[in-house]
């Protein structure tokens, strides 16, 4: 048995999310079904993170224990001849001691939020960005973010449906910067809460449109409260970017 780490990349619009669901498609079932095709076995496949329907992965990190003797060249050609033409390539895989979990070995994990701040609809990044026609301070959205770095409470920007044990937990980064039109959301944590990338990016919207103050997104967080949420922001503008090892 051989334990290969594999770098995934995906669209996320057509699936329900990363983890296999039986309700619609998943990229975890797109993976573990190529993979059953070329070994004739059953394999599951553990990801870094979940993601949610819709959201993105630029490098998400996985693994999964193969019986038959492949070489990881052969396995992620292999993997990739057959998950077309779904929107999910191995763009790296390698061999890994039996004892590396692409989960609990993982000590930080990336997202990155794409904002489009302009009136015009997107034609080319439509269900890949989240455009926002009222102009955005991404300065002040910057300035605010500084307030959920750190270890707090993060409740109020937490899904109903999380479940994770506790709301605590601890942002290591988290900068917005401007490049044109385009706003982007980058933050670093060791794991995050169900939504909780979305519910920030959605404050910090209100914070740049002037609809919020900072002092308001200081109050949401130490709220603790669900109900306090300014807005959950959709997934389209999600992508997972890297998980540190």
Request: glycine content about 6%; proline content about 4%; some cysteine.
């Amino acid at each position: 048995m051989t334990r290969f780490r594999l770098t995934i990349e995906f669209n996320g619009q057509p699936f329900m999310g990363w983890q296999r669901q039986n309700h619609g498609p998943s990229v975890q079932q797109v993976i573990e079904d190529a993979a059953k095709e070329i070994t004739g076995d059953d394999v599951l496949v553990y990801a870094a993170g979940r993601t949610d329907a819709g959201v993105h992965a630029e490098a998400m990190v996985a693994h999964v224990d193969i019986a038959k003797p492949f070489t990881a060249f052969r396995l992620m050609e292999g993997l990739n001849a057959r998950m077309r033409p779904h929107p999910v390539a191995i763009i790296a895989c390698e061999e890994v001691a039996h004892d590396w979990h692409a989960r609990f070995s993982c000590l930080g994990r990336r997202y990155i939020y794409r904002i489009v701040n302009r009136r015009a609809p997107l034609a080319l990044d439509q269900g890949r960005a989240w455009r926002v026609p009222n102009p955005l301070d991404a300065d002040v959205m910057h300035e605010a973010a500084q307030l959920l770095v750190g270890t707090h409470d993060f409740t109020t920007f937490r899904s109903v449906h999380c479940q994770s044990e506790s709301a605590v937990k601890s942002i290591d980064r988290f900068t917005v910067t401007r490049i044109g039109e385009e706003i982007e959301l980058d933050v670093e944590a060791r794991s995050f809460l169900h939504h909780q990338v979305r519910s920030m990016t959605g404050c910090l919207m209100l914070v740049g449109k002037g609809q919020w103050s900072i002092d308001d997104l200081r109050a949401a967080r130490d709220a603790k409260d669900r109900t306090a949420l300014g807005f959950n922001a959709p997934p389209d503008g999600l992508y997972f970017i890297a998980a540190r090892y």
